[in-house]
């Protein structure tokens, strides 16, 4: 990945849901092709075998949701500051829609870093994955 020192399993799991969300949005993909397929790669031999994957399946499936939330919220949010006078659905954006939108990213960006934490510690052996998606995230 380049960018990144020591990742984890989370920060691969979160790029490549990322990368997901990229290809289906983007005319040229060629780069986030071969991105994906060497994540792919390092996942699986970090996972070791279909036992280890299906239990962290919730996990990855709840981050790559939480990224796709983010990407239609970032989406929305862009839309309503980008016109001449701040316009939503055809009228003016209001201190309070904005306002909203950055909750939500707010707390979308936490669960995202919690889902890439518990990941991580699956990872190294400080938590099973059942204990882990039975803990109460506390905002």
Do not use: C
């Not at 996990?59 to 309503?80: F, G, Y």
């Amino acid at each position: 990945m380049g960018k990144l020192i020591d990742p984890g399993l989370g920060e691969y799991v979160d790029r490549f849901s990322i990368l997901k969300l990229r290809l289906r949005n983007s005319e040229d993909t060629s780069y986030f092709e071969a991105e994906i397929k060497a994540i792919e790669i390092h996942i699986a031999e970090v996972l070791g075998g279909a036992h280890s994957f299906f239990a962290v399946t919730g996990i990855i499936v709840e981050l790559a949701s939480v990224n796709a939330e983010l990407w239609r919220v970032t989406d929305d949010l862009a839309r309503m500051v980008t016109g001449p006078e701040l316009m939503h659905g055809g009228k003016l954006a209001t201190v309070n829609q904005l306002a909203r939108i950055a909750k939500d990213l707010y707390h979308l960006n936490r669960h995202r870093a919690h889902f890439i934490q518990t990941l991580n510690e699956i990872e190294a052996g400080e938590q099973l994955p059942e204990e882990k998606l039975n803990a109460k995230e506390t905002d």
